[in-house]
């Protein structure tokens, strides 16, 4: 079993910034891709980026590539996700997983309780 925690939420104004958190606890955290994931109100939840675990190789939705950056820290158990140029439209509540990756894909094994992200016009 993998625990995972985001912090790092809140309201932003459009255009602003915010650095998310996912800490990780439970089993060995190093073997586990890590992929952000965000669900707005009434739409499904949808891939963000994902992230190998050696943190060397990253795949970003074209929604978010460019603004966004995901970094992990094996050594704290720990995955970030930087955001900038933020938009209302994605206020949303913000997932990290942890699980698998190929290439694309990702298929999430365990997840996060959210993190609310509301950005203000």
């Known amino acids: 079993q993998v625990q995972l925690e985001e912090s790092g939420g809140g309201l932003v104004q459009a255009g602003g910034s915010l650095r998310l958190s996912c800490a990780a606890s439970g089993r060995t955290f190093s073997i586990y891709a890590m992929g952000w994931f965000r669900q707005a109100p009434g739409k499904e939840r949808e891939f963000v980026v994902s992230i190998s675990w050696t943190g060397g190789s990253t795949y970003y939705s074209d929604s978010v590539n460019g603004r966004f950056t995901v970094s992990r820290d094996n050594a704290k158990n720990t995955v970030y996700l930087e955001l900038s140029s933020l938009e209302p439209e994605e206020t949303a509540v913000y997932y990290c997983?942890?699980?698998?990756?190929?290439?694309?894909?990702?298929?999430?094994?365990?997840w996060g309780q959210g993190t609310q992200v509301t950005v203000s016009s």
């Open positions: 997983a942890a699980g698998r990756r190929r290439g694309a894909d990702f298929t999430a094994d365990y």
